[in-house]
């Protein structure tokens, strides 16, 4: 499981609106990539590549999973799992309890 950004959003949206912003500044996006993350101190470049990359694939720029369509399928995954759980919870309780109906019974 992804650990969560130790970054507030609000950082991460305006680091992208920056990116945009001073990208016709320099001579590539690495480079305008580089600088906006000097300046925010943002550790490492390569988290602001992917923040810009996932801006990208939410606007449409870009083909790729959403983050929307992204938690969508986390949380069907997540439900999915307790769907199995308990499916398995009752076909052990559905077992134990034919088991006892087929046990003989005497009668005291």
Request: charged share 30%; proline share 5%; hydrophobic share 35%.
């Amino acid at each position: 499981m992804a650990r969560p950004s130790s970054y507030p959003l609000e950082l991460r949206k305006r680091a992208v609106r920056m990116v945009a912003e001073v990208r016709s500044d320099y001579p590539n996006e690495s480079a305008a990539i580089k600088a906006v993350a000097e300046k925010l101190g943002i550790g490492s470049t390569e988290t602001l590549r992917k923040w810009v990359r996932q801006d990208q694939v939410d606007s449409g720029v870009r083909p790729g999973t959403t983050t929307e369509k992204s938690a969508q399928l986390k949380a069907l995954k997540k439900e999915n799992a307790e769907l199995k759980r308990a499916n398995d919870i009752l076909k052990a309780a559905a077992s134990f309890f034919a088991a006892e109906l087929d046990r003989p019974h005497t009668r005291s």
